[in-house]
T-cell receptor, first 115, second 112 residues
Framework: GAGVSQSPSNKVTEKGKDVELRCDPI?????LYWYRQSLGQGLEFLIY????????KSGLPSDRFSAERTGGSVSTLTIQRTQQEDSAVYLC?????????????FGEGSWLTVV | KQEVTQIPAALSVPEGENLVLNCSFT??????LQWFRQDPGKGLTSLLL?????REQTSGRLNASLDKSSGRSTLYIAASQPGDSATYLC???????????FGPGTRLSVLP
């Protein structure tokens, strides 16, 4: 596609429910990143995928968070048993190849509100 | 651990002024540094990417410099316009890691 696509753009969920957020990176990009941005805060790294390599999950805040990337393209971020502190915008980004000097491109984000 | 800071946190200037946004990072072992713009309710838009071997990059009214040894980068905006109002973030791509580390951003308001 022309850019990084994320869905849903907005999600309101009840505390304790599971949510899935989807990211469709730019075609041909092998690196995919998930970041979280809470209100008024900076970007917090969550997880990084590079091709078929094992993902870097070092930023996931708890075991309620998981992500997968199927076929080296689309990625899904899953949050189980959501808590109010999970409310944030979840940003996905992709680049041609990771950590090699390529520009990173962001989607518009998925705005999650846990009530 | 790489840490990125940005000064000032917020800036308000009248239209037409030239301005400088600052970014500092603690570890000079980086592949590159990238400046982004974020409009309210939107994702991030890449403005300029500076490789570790470069000193500066220019795009239109924007000029970004990099002094890797001192851990600093500046984003210079010439002849500012109200449409430049946004939050500007810098991010470094560390040599030892694969994720970008972001600063907290500078919120810029250009008044007509």
């Amino acid at each position: 596609g022309a850019g990084v696509s994320q869905s849903p753009s907005n999600k309101v969920t009840e505390k304790g429910k599971d949510v899935e957020l989807r990211c469709d990176p730019i075609s041909g990009h092998t690196a995919l990143y998930w970041y979280r941005q809470s209100l008024g805060q900076g970007l917090e790294f969550l997880i990084y995928f590079q091709g078929n390599s094992a993902p870097d999950k070092s930023g996931l805040p708890s075991d309620r968070f998981s992500a997968e990337r199927t076929g080296g393209s689309v990625s899904t971020l899953t949050i189980q048993r959501t808590q109010q502190e999970d409310s944030a915008v979840y940003l996905c980004a992709s680049s041609l190849v990771g950590y090699s000097g390529n520009t990173i491109y962001f989607g518009e984000g998925s705005w999650l509100t846990v009530v | 651990k790489q840490e990125v800071t940005q000064i000032p946190a917020a800036l308000s200037v009248p239209e037409g002024e030239n301005l400088v946004l600052n970014c500092s990072f603690t570890d000079s072992a980086i592949y590159n540094l990238q400046w982004f713009r974020q409009d309210p309710g939107k994702g991030l838009t890449s403005l300029l990417l500076i490789q570790s071997s470069q000193r500066e990059q220019t795009s239109g009214r924007l000029n970004a410099s990099l002094d890797k040894s001192s851990g600093r980068s500046t984003l210079y905006i010439a002849a500012s316009q109200p449409g430049d109002s946004a939050t500007y973030l810098c991010a470094v791509n560390p040599n030892y890691g694969q994720n970008f580390v972001f600063g907290p951003g500078t919120r810029l308001s250009v008044l007509p």
